[in-house]
């Protein structure tokens, strides 16, 4: 079974900086997405980025790139010139290329963005 | 721009009580899912619908009962409430979950309590 770890259960960081947040999976698999969610205050959960296992280019989204290193299983989420508002848990997932729907989630790393 | 709707957002119900979440989508999504959120856990899986007609479980089916009345609604039922069940739950929906990189559009969460 894929599992998703996510080895900061806190960060933080100044507004304007930047900051990486972790996340690692276990899979035998080769076709594969991985994605990062963010869930504010409010609850929801936002998509943040998405990454096809089968692209080497790292996806990039305005001020959120990932760092995928598919051999290292490592998947992190860089956000850059921070903002007060990015302040929220951001969840790490990855799902199965094939016909399994599952979407397995990381605990989760609360970000706080200092003034 | 309402996306995914859950009610009620709040609730508290007492051991062996009996409730139904709702969950509606707008976006003429395929798929719908439900998922529960307990602190340092993560978001887990409770059961999903591929599509109008089906339902299927996730990782932690166990107490819960679901419903695809249509393809815009899925409602969660817990016919039995125990403290157990206490948590954030979410309901989701995506376009399909074999296509793609099936992006999910989650709901703001309900919030249920059992005494």
């Known amino acids: 079974a894929q599992t998703v770890t996510q080895s900061q259960p806190e960060m933080s960081v100044q507004e304007a900086e930047t900051v990486t947040l972790s996340c690692t999976y276990d899979?035998?698999?080769?076709?594969?997405?991985l994605f990062w969610y963010k869930q504010p205050p409010s609850r929801q959960m936002i998509l943040v980025i998405r990454?096809?296992?089968?692209?080497?280019q790292n996806a990039t989204e305005n001020r959120f790139s990932v760092n995928f290193q598919k051999a290292a299983k490592s998947f992190s989420l860089k956000i850059s010139d921070s903002q007060l508002g990015d302040a929220a848990m951001y969840f790490c997932?990855?799902?199965?290329?094939?016909?399994?729907?599952?979407?397995?989630f990381g605990k989760g790393t609360l970000l706080t963005v200092n003034p | 721009n309402a996306g995914v709707t859950q009610t009620p957002k709040f609730q508290v119900l007492k051991t062996g009580q009996s409730m139904t979440l709702q969950c509606a989508q707008d976006?003429?999504?395929?798929?719908m899912y439900w998922y529960r959120q307990d602190p340092g856990m993560g978001l887990r899986l409770i059961y999903y619908?591929?599509?109008?007609?089906?339902?299927d479980k996730g990782e932690v089916p166990n107490g819960y009962n679901v419903s695809r009345l249509n393809k815009r609604e899925f409602s969660l039922r817990l016919e039995s409430a125990a403290p157990s069940q206490t948590s954030v739950y979410f309901c989701?929906?995506?376009?399909?979950?074999?296509?793609?990189?099936?992006?999910?559009?989650f709901g703001a969460g309900s919030r249920l309590t059992v005494l």
């Open positions: 989701a929906s995506s376009e399909a979950f074999t296509v793609g990189a099936n992006v999910l559009t």
């Open positions: 899979t035998s698999e080769s076709d594969y997405y």
């Open positions: 990454q096809e296992a089968y692209k080497q």
């Open positions: 997932a990855y799902r199965s290329g094939g016909s399994n729907y599952k979407l397995t």
């Open positions: 976006m003429n999504h395929n798929s």
């Open positions: 619908s591929a599509s109008e007609g089906t339902t």
